[in-house]
């Protein structure tokens, strides 16, 4: 039965959300059931390509991803994939029409990270947010809508600002990672050797601003369906956002930083009560 693949395949996007992020997997819990499969959908895929270029390093990555992109391109044109990750995920690409645009864009920017250790321009780095962040909150953004074009372009913007400030968010929280590990520097301009104040701040105002635009301008005229887990990443991304706010330049690059899981349910308590008020 055709079916039961799919279930399964849905199941195993959902176990990938699950054990690779327990907290972005509370805030799709917080999202209305109708919707939550296809955002596991979305996070398998994406989660999947972001494994090849930052851990299976005794393997010949660009062989992986080469393979990858070949397999999925194969399973949206046929319609299936025995891979159950690429099965699940062209399945939400074809019921909300999610552009090869925004496909090809993502896998773009996982395909620099195997060979592109540096971003010295602007111009550079927001072409590398863009495909790594901007188009996965682009896609949720399609599912969210359900088809409605109009709510879509209405929140587009607001969505990719969203998508930036995440991305952001984990720039600065894994800069040892990143730097010393994987030799990476994102950050334009900036010499994450010899962080200073002055430019750990301007990264800071920047998310800052990419923030306040998302949840006015998006968070509050999200549909129902997705409000409230959308809210509930938002807030969780905002505390570390202010923990990494605390920690001194010359020490953030050892320092880890996180959110407790006591933490995390206070977020989810307080984020429960504004919704129920009709505060968000």
Do not use: W
């Not at 780095?125 to 599912?143: N, P, Q, R, T, W």
């Not at 600002?161 to 334009?188: I, T, W």
């Not at 050797?193 to 923030?211: C, H, R, V, W, Y």
Request: charged share 30%; glycine share 4%.
């Amino acid at each position: 039965m055709k079916e039961l693949f799919d279930q399964t395949s849905h199941n195993c996007s959902k176990l990938v959300t699950k054990s690779y992020s327990t907290s972005f997997s509370l805030a799709v819990n917080m999202l209305s059931p109708s919707i939550r499969t296809d955002i596991y959908n979305i996070y398998g895929f994406v989660r999947f390509a972001d494994e090849i270029v930052d851990t299976f390093h005794d393997y010949d990555k660009e062989v992986l991803m080469a393979n990858f992109e070949r397999d999925y391109y194969l399973a949206k044109e046929q319609g299936i994939s025995l891979n159950p990750i690429l099965n699940s995920f062209q399945q939400t690409v074809n019921k909300y029409k999610i552009s090869n645009d925004m496909v090809q864009a993502f896998l773009k920017s996982m395909k620099a990270d195997l060979h592109k250790t540096e971003y010295q321009t602007k111009a550079e780095y927001d072409e590398y947010i863009y495909g790594s962040a901007d188009v996965v909150g682009l896609m949720c953004l399609k599912v969210f809508v359900n088809g409605d074009d109009d709510k879509y372009n209405e929140l587009k913007d607001a969505a990719m600002r969203l998508g930036s400030a995440f991305q952001k968010v984990n720039f600065l929280r894994d800069l040892k990672a990143d730097y010393e590990d994987l030799n990476r520097s994102y950050f334009p301009n900036v010499d994450l050797g010899q962080l200073n104040a002055a430019s750990k701040q301007i990264i800071i105002d920047e998310i800052e601003a990419d923030f306040d635009y998302a949840y006015t301008e998006g968070i509050l005229k999200l549909p129902v369906e997705a409000k409230f887990g959308v809210y509930m990443a938002y807030r969780y991304y905002r505390r570390l956002l202010k923990k990494l706010k605390s920690v001194p330049s010359e020490k953030i690059m050892d320092t880890r930083i996180r959110i407790s899981d006591p933490m995390k349910i206070n977020i989810l308590a307080r984020s429960y009560v504004k919704y129920k008020l009709n505060i968000i």
